[in-house]
């Protein structure tokens, strides 16, 4: 018997037109989502990224560029 372990059809098929439609107005909304998540959060700044790794390149990125992190620092990271 195969049951799989996550499937979206069920959920795409009631409200896929939705969904796209969402996508949509967020991807074609310039920087909305960025303001629109850092009031919501009570930040000054937000930045969108593609995955959680490109946000943890970015903030290793800007912590050495601060000088928090230099080159060969060992990150540890549990899930």
């Given at each position: 018997m195969?049951?799989?372990f ?15 439609a ?15 998540n ?18 943890l ?23």
């Amino acid at each position: 018997m195969n049951i799989p372990f996550l499937s979206l059809h069920d959920v795409t098929a009631l409200h896929g037109d939705e969904i796209n439609a969402a996508v949509t107005r967020e991807v074609n909304s310039d920087e909305r989502f960025e303001k629109d998540n850092a009031h919501f959060i009570g930040s000054d700044y937000c930045i969108g990224c593609a995955n959680g790794l490109d946000a943890l390149i970015w903030i290793f990125k800007a912590y050495m560029e601060m000088g928090v992190m230099k080159s060969g620092d060992e990150v540890i990271a549990i899930p």
